[in-house]
């Protein structure tokens, strides 16, 4: 386990992900700089106004290899525009080198660039100058959300609209009844329905949220068909109940004595 002070905070956004993974990639390239591809990039630390990029092992750099090394993985990432960019020495916290790029006070500033820092141990710390990219990237997102949230809504309009533009298509929650071909569609789901099932369910829905009396379901889909029919019509709503079962706000349900009403619920 890392000691407390080696571990890394919890990054408070995307941005902070983001740039804490464009930094490790800093990282690995100054270890493979220094001829090291086996040694650790520490968890990224962030301080209040920077990262700080650690290391388990010493290297040895020259600035302007490290400036070159950071500068293209800044511009790759799109990290920052204007930013700071300090060596410390883990032994005693001091700077032993600096440089900034694209600041308003001093631009492009990369001194003692061709100077060889002895091997030691180092941390390199990112200050961030500019906070154009944050900005950026939350109108970014939350404009992209905007144009999701518009274009599923035209979608489903546009579905909703061509479905119940068809004379034959009915409505039922979730379901659509095609009165033509007798089918209940539900998603990209097609369920065959009976003449007499598809008569009895557009009965009820006429009748939705109210009582249809059996006599009144028996006369008018099935006429005098003799008392077989009486006897077999919970049969048939128990079968649409089934077929509607996809939807909980559709429940056919039975008044007990009276008859049947489809309840539909908004």
């Known amino acids: 386990m890392l000691p407390s002070s080696l571990k890394a905070s919890s990054y408070e956004s995307s941005n902070d992900k983001h740039i804490a993974t464009s930094l490790r990639m800093i990282g690995h390239e100054?270890?493979?700089?220094?001829?090291?591809s086996t040694s650790l990039v520490l968890p990224i630390i962030t301080e209040p106004?920077?990262?700080?990029?650690?290391?388990?092992?010493e290297f040895s750099i020259v600035p302007d290899e490290l400036a070159?090394?950071?500068d293209r993985i800044v511009a790759e990432t799109g990290i920052a525009s204007a930013y700071i960019v300090e060596l410390e020495a883990c032994e005693t916290g001091g700077i032993v080198y600096s440089?900034?790029?694209?600041?308003?006070?001093?631009?492009d500033v990369i001194p003692c660039k061709a100077r060889e820092l002895p091997k030691e141990c180092f941390n390199i710390l990112f200050t961030v100058l500019d906070t154009k990219r944050s900005?950026?990237?939350?109108?970014?997102?939350?404009?992209?959300?905007?144009i999701l949230f518009v274009g599923l809504g035209t979608y489903m309009w546009k579905r909703q609209k061509n479905t119940l533009s068809d004379p034959n298509l009915i409505a039922l929650g979730d379901y659509r009844l095609d009165k033509l071909n007798t089918v209940l569609l539900f998603n990209k789901e097609k369920t065959d329905l009976t003449s007499k099932e598809a008569e009895l369910l557009i009965l009820l829905y006429n009748a939705a949220n109210s009582t249809v009396e059996r006599e009144v379901i028996l006369n008018k889909v099935w006429g005098d068909e003799g008392d077989y029919v009486g006897r077999t019509l919970d049969v048939f709503i128990s079968k649409l109940r089934k077929k509607l079962e996809a939807d909980p706000k559709l429940k056919i349900v039975n008044i007990r004595g009276v008859g049947y009403k489809l309840v539909m619920n908004s």
């Open 49 to 57: 106004g920077r990262y700080k990029i650690q290391f388990d092992t």
């Open 135 to 146: 900005n950026e990237m939350s109108v970014l997102f939350f404009g992209i959300l905007l």
């Open 99 to 107: 440089y900034e790029v694209g600041g308003t006070q001093n631009p």
């Open 30 to 36: 100054v270890l493979l700089n220094a001829g090291d």
């Open 68 to 70: 070159t090394i950071v």
